[in-house]
């Protein structure tokens, strides 16, 4: 899957306004991919909003899904989040158990693809949402990371500081482990350093809020991770 | 890997005493292999006992894997439930995660498989313990089965009626939606004919209870699945 050579994606929030300037930006930065996708107030209306105006370009896209209203076809692939650490089978399975059984027979099969998140940053609204355990430490991270490859086979296994810089040994020590599931890291780089920093060790690199805050900063990003 | 050829497999538990008469008949039965699985009181000595006993025939050997406790080396396989219609992560995940935190450094993936459990009598002992949400109308199993391959990627769906005979339809419906993950039925067959009638949609037909309430019925379902 051509999502498996990725190194470097910005991440969209459809609910956060973009001016076509800045995505023109973001889409030509020389990335590998927009994941379009967020926590709150994700509609339909601006998903597909998002999606005609990224479509100008020729970068892939990929929706994340957050809620069954906002799913559209259009995108190259759809990443279907499962949280490995959520206390509450709603966010693990009983969501996507529910979504499969409305959509199931017209589903495209070979464009979905599991997520096994951890999520680690207790305070971030993804965490208090999905009631995750974040009180961690390396050798449960490793051994979610072991769970999403050998027990679940998931082609990616993400994880989510979600606003806070994360700890690179731990990714390191993560990274250690996998063989054929992908991991990415998303949250907290806001320079060209910490990119290259994460990207050392993930697979691919999930650049976000920053794009809203220091677009500069943002799309230095790209070449610091390409170069490596 | 082997099980995927499996027609017709022996669980036994290991809770429940056993002659080396009846297991003699059990394991040179031509059945394709034993699965030693039990939902109380499974203990390592219990377990390694039935291993020891079982060992001295040629038919393959699987331990699925009912506590932490009972696990010991010896099995050709082990086979690891994950309940997909549990309400309680603890038992689609939980126990897996503790034990891949535990033993994760020395576990041998290649002899590991998950199997995803979709439980249907509400009235059994494992759906009491796992907390499983047992009403379900047949499009609830077929998104389950439809999870168990194409989100999570396990090798087997396992539809476990546990003590009740099943409905044929549902199986069949099952079957349908399945290309790689293999369809285990198990629970209630107790005559040759209601062996046959399942193994006509499930890959692989478990034959419990019956061996320990009639042993002659139970053996003759070896031949009923196999001429199929």
């Known amino acids: 899957m051509e999502f498996q050579n990725w190194r470097h994606v910005f ?3 459809p ?9 023109e930006q973001i889409c030509e930065s020389g990335t590998d991919a927009i994941i379009v996708g967020g926590t709150d107030n994700v509609t339909i209306d601006n998903v597909l909003d998002l999606l005609v105006r990224i479509r100008r370009f020729t970068v892939p896209v990929v929706l994340e899904i957050s809620n069954l209203e906002s799913v559209t076809p259009g995108f190259d692939y759809y990443f279907i989040p499962t949280v490995l650490n959520s206390s509450n089978t709603t966010w693990v399975k009983d969501l996507h158990h529910q979504a499969i059984k409305e959509y199931g ?11 096994g998140y951890c999520i680690l940053n207790a305070d971030c609204k993804a965490a208090k949402v999905t009631e995750a355990n974040t009180e961690l430490d390396a050798e449960d991270v490793v051994a979610y990371a072991r769970m999403a490859e050998n027990l679940f086979n998931l082609p ?5 500081y979600s606003g806070i810089y994360g700890n690179p040994n731990i990714v390191k020590d993560v990274q250690a482990v996998l063989e054929n599931t992908r991991l990415f ?7 060209a ?10 697979n691919t690199v999930v650049i976000g809020n920053i794009i809203y805050e220091d677009l500069k900063a943002a799309l230095s990003t790209v070449k610091a991770v390409k170069e490596l």
Chains 1, 2 share one sequence.
């Open 11 to 13: 991440k969209v929030d």
């Open 15 to 23: 609910a956060k306004p973009m001016t076509d300037e800045v995505l």
């Open 105 to 115: 027979d017209i589903m495209m099969w070979d464009e979905l693809f599991a997520e």
């Open 156 to 160: 990616i296994f993400y994880l989510e």
């Open 185 to 191: 890291y998303g949250g907290g780089i806001s320079n």
């Open 193 to 202: 350093e910490q990119a290259k920093e994460m990207a050392q060790s993930a």
